[in-house]
């Protein structure tokens, strides 16, 4: 990219730089992106990659492919399409977004909840179910071993709503007046809420108790901040760990690692070296055992009879 400067005024001129012919097989295209330098620092633009207003919530599919924004006015989502640089489709929507996820790997299985309290599904030709939560929701996580969309919201419960019996659940009692963010940790599924009093609690989705309980912004109280986490709360994919931001506690983003206490780690361990001693002592069985042979005494002849040998006898 050509970068010039006028009376300290930078001007990028993207359109300068090599481009890679379209007629090109995907195989001569990548062989030319390891060779030339150029073509690896070149930029291409997606066609009409913007909102009319503002946008509210921008997603990535698992695949990379398809970028989805959501953003008013009109209410509406927009799906782009990265191999093509293009827009591909735009759905107006009955009222705004306050946040959507991609289910699927592209963008076959959307879920928006919107500001008056409804959760809407889409599915590939578009719009497929819309239902209602009890109070204004803020934000929602999806559990993908048991198929539960958890609700945070204006209220002191999480609600589920599970996808495949397609009915409400029990929900989570916490111990806030309201919950404005909620994640589902990559690794191990542990969700967490982010409540108003700026602590953080941690449920277990299989017995659906609570786990931990964590005060981040305790450290950050002053005569002049609130305690509360409505920016954002977020589980790191490989590691696990938790970071919370908020502007509202000093503009500080804070990092936990989530460890076992050390008498459920002496536990584990007891039991990892006791699962390694009995697979040892099953491997030394299995050698002693000694399979099945036949012998012949030497006044037997040919015609004569053999004997048999059962397992674990000592063989002659």
Same mark, same amino acid.
């Given at each position: 990219?050509?970068?010039?400067?006028?009376?300290?005024?930078?001007?990028?001129?993207?359109?300068?730089?090599?481009?890679?012919?379209?007629?090109?097989?995907?195989?001569?295209k990548r062989a030319l992106q390891k060779k030339d330098v150029d073509i690896q620092r070149r930029i291409e633009l997606?066609?009409?990659?913007?909102?009319?207003?503002?946008?509210?919530?921008?997603?990535?599919?698992?695949? #990379?492919?398809?970028?989805?924004?959501?953003?008013?006015?009109?209410?509406?989502?927009?799906?782009?399409?990265? &191999?093509?640089?293009?827009?591909?489709?735009?759905?107006?929507? /009955?009222?705004?977004?306050?946040?959507? /996820?991609?289910?699927?790997?592209?963008?076959?299985?959307?879920?928006?909840?919107?500001?008056?309290? &409804?959760?809407?599904?889409?599915? $590939?030709? #578009?719009? &497929?179910?819309?239902?209602?939560?009890?109070?204004?929701?803020?934000?929602?996580?999806? !559990?993908?071993?048991?198929?539960?969309?958890?609700?945070?919201?204006?209220?002191?419960?999480?609600?589920?709503?599970?996808?495949?019996?397609?009915?409400?659940?029990?929900?989570?009692?916490?111990?806030?007046?309201?919950?404005?963010?909620?994640?589902?940790?990559?690794? !191990?599924?542990?969700?967490?809420?982010?409540?108003?009093?700026?602590?953080?609690?941690?449920?277990?989705?299989?017995?659906?108790?609570?786990? #931990?309980?964590?005060?981040?912004?305790?450290?950050?109280?002053? @005569? /002049?901040?609130?305690?509360?986490?409505?920016?954002?709360?977020?589980? @790191?994919?490989?590691?696990?760990?938790?970071?919370?931001?908020?502007?509202?506690? #000093?503009?500080?983003?804070?990092?936990?690692?989530?460890?076992?206490?050390?008498? $459920?780690?002496?536990?584990?361990?007891? @039991?990892?070296? !006791?699962?390694?001693?009995?697979?040892?002592?099953?491997?030394?069985?299995? !050698?002693? $055992?000694?399979?099945?042979a036949r012998g012949w005494g030497g006044s037997m002849g040919r015609g004569g009879r053999g004997c048999s040998m059962?397992?674990?006898?000592?063989?002659?």
């Amino acid at each position: 990219m050509q970068v010039s400067s006028v009376n300290d005024v930078k001007i990028y001129n993207l359109s300068c730089g090599k481009s890679l012919p379209e007629w090109l097989s995907d195989r001569k295209k990548r062989a030319l992106q390891k060779k030339d330098v150029d073509i690896q620092r070149r930029i291409e633009l997606i066609q009409d990659f913007d909102m009319p207003t503002v946008s509210t919530a921008i997603k990535v599919s698992k695949d #990379g492919q398809y970028i989805l924004a959501a953003g008013t006015y009109k209410p509406r989502v927009r799906c782009y399409d990265t &191999y093509q640089l293009s827009l591909k489709f735009e759905r107006c929507l /009955d009222s705004d977004v306050v946040t959507f /996820d991609i289910l699927s790997d592209d963008y076959s299985k959307l879920v928006f909840l919107h500001c008056n309290c &409804y959760v809407e599904f889409h599915s $590939q030709h #578009g719009h &497929y179910y819309k239902t209602r939560i009890p109070k204004f929701g803020r934000d929602f996580s999806y !559990h993908y071993p048991s198929c539960d969309l958890y609700f945070a919201g204006a209220s002191s419960e999480v609600y589920r709503l599970n996808l495949e019996q397609g009915k409400f659940l029990n929900s989570l009692q916490t111990d806030a007046a309201e919950n404005n963010v909620c994640d589902i940790n990559p690794v !191990h599924y542990l969700f967490a809420t982010g409540t108003a009093e700026g602590k953080v609690e941690c449920w277990d989705p299989r017995t659906r108790g609570r786990v #931990g309980l964590l005060d981040c912004a305790l450290s950050s109280v002053t @005569e /002049d901040t609130e305690t509360t986490l409505e920016d954002r709360l977020k589980f @790191e994919e490989k590691s696990g760990t938790l970071n919370v931001s908020d502007a509202t506690v #000093g503009s500080k983003q804070l990092t936990f690692k989530l460890k076992k206490t050390e008498q $459920q780690q002496k536990q584990q361990e007891a @039991e990892w070296q !006791h699962h390694q001693e009995r697979k040892k002592l099953r491997r030394a069985a299995g !050698h002693l $055992q000694s399979k099945p042979a036949r012998g012949w005494g030497g006044s037997m002849g040919r015609g004569g009879r053999g004997c048999s040998m059962g397992r674990g006898r000592r063989p002659f």
